[in-house]
């Protein structure tokens, strides 16, 4: 029992959880352990930006090309939204990435990127911003037609 943290990182983890549960504490790889902690919490934040960018792609699809609306696309849209909202109700810490610009701007990049590359139409055609508050964004029957006025991703050059 003494698989090293580079060789296989499953081996080791069952490991490490022996220990623990031995009350071994000497033996643990600390410094690995609170490694492979920090992931976890970021690996729960990649996957809510996951979904938050499908869910935005799908959003530009539906406003930009109506006639190509689908119920795949409903489909796409209600399933991101019920998945955001069950890892939001799991992990409730996740929800200050909402309100992320940095967070919100890398989403919103991502879904601008993908539609470009799903629509054909150009990157430059959609919003620099998203015009969508947060509320409309995850509310389960609400789809976009005409582009909003209020911004729930803030344009970090104006000045309030």
Same mark, same amino acid.
């Given at each position: 029992?003494? #698989?090293?943290?580079?060789?296989?990182?499953?081996? =080791?983890?069952?490991?490490?959880?022996?220990? *623990?549960?031995?009350?071994? *504490? +000497?033996?643990?790889?600390?410094?690995? $352990?609170?490694? +492979? $902690?920090?992931?976890?919490?970021?690996?729960?934040?990649?996957?809510?930006?996951?979904?938050?960018?499908?869910?935005?792609?799908? *959003?530009?699809?539906?406003?930009?090309?109506?006639?190509? &609306?689908?119920?795949? =696309? #409903?489909?796409?849209?209600?399933?991101?939204?019920?998945?955001?909202?069950?890892?939001?109700?799991?992990?409730?810490?996740?929800? /200050?990435?909402?309100?992320?610009?940095? =967070?919100?701007? !890398?989403?919103?990049? !991502?879904?601008?990127?993908?539609?470009? /590359?799903? #629509?054909? $139409?150009?990157?430059?055609?959609? %919003?620099?911003?998203?015009?969508?508050?947060?509320?409309? $964004?995850?509310?389960?029957?609400?789809?976009?037609?005409?582009?909003?006025? @209020? @911004?729930?991703? %803030?344009?970090?050059? &104006?000045?309030?």
């Amino acid at each position: 029992m003494n #698989t090293r943290y580079e060789t296989d990182v499953v081996a =080791w983890a069952n490991e490490q959880a022996e220990l *623990l549960r031995a009350g071994r *504490l +000497e033996k643990l790889d600390l410094a690995h $352990i609170a490694e +492979e $902690i920090e992931d976890v919490g970021k690996s729960e934040q990649r996957e809510l930006a996951h979904r938050m960018s499908i869910l935005l792609m799908h *959003l530009l699809k539906w406003e930009f090309q109506p006639s190509h &609306r689908t119920n795949s =696309w #409903t489909s796409t849209i209600r399933d991101q939204r019920k998945s955001i909202a069950r890892r939001l109700e799991k992990t409730p810490s996740l929800k /200050k990435s909402l309100s992320d610009n940095d =967070w919100l701007e !890398d989403v919103w990049l !991502d879904a601008r990127n993908d539609a470009t /590359k799903e #629509t054909g $139409i150009e990157f430059d055609k959609f %919003p620099l911003w998203c015009s969508w508050g947060m509320l409309h $964004i995850l509310q389960q029957d609400w789809f976009p037609s005409e582009p909003e006025q @209020s @911004s729930q991703f %803030p344009n970090p050059d &104006r000045t309030s």
